[in-house]
């Protein structure tokens, strides 16, 4: 019982990833084949991927062009302090 809440945790912290496809092949598989056979991550997974879904639709209007920038700015600051330390 232990090691499989371990396994959930990890699938759990992997799980924005995952769905992001940011996790390589097989960490992919990994993820998808205990989805296939844990319902507990089988519900977290559909969940997100509704609520994913619901926000795609709601999200009609364009961030401000100020919001862009100001997010490009912080993603470049933090690129070049992780760069120089």
Known sequence: MHERRRI?????KG???????????????????HVKTCPSCYRRLAFEKRLRAK???CSSQDA???LYRR???VLDNNL????NA
């Open 80 to 83: 070049t302090t992780t760069q």
């Open 8 to 12: 959930c945790e990890q699938v759990v």
């Open 15 to 33: 799980l924005f990833a995952y769905l992001d496809g940011e996790l390589d092949e097989a960490a992919c598989v990994e993820i998808g084949r």
């Open 71 to 73: 997010v490009k700015n």
């Open 55 to 57: 926000i795609r639709q």
């Open 64 to 66: 401000p062009e100020r």
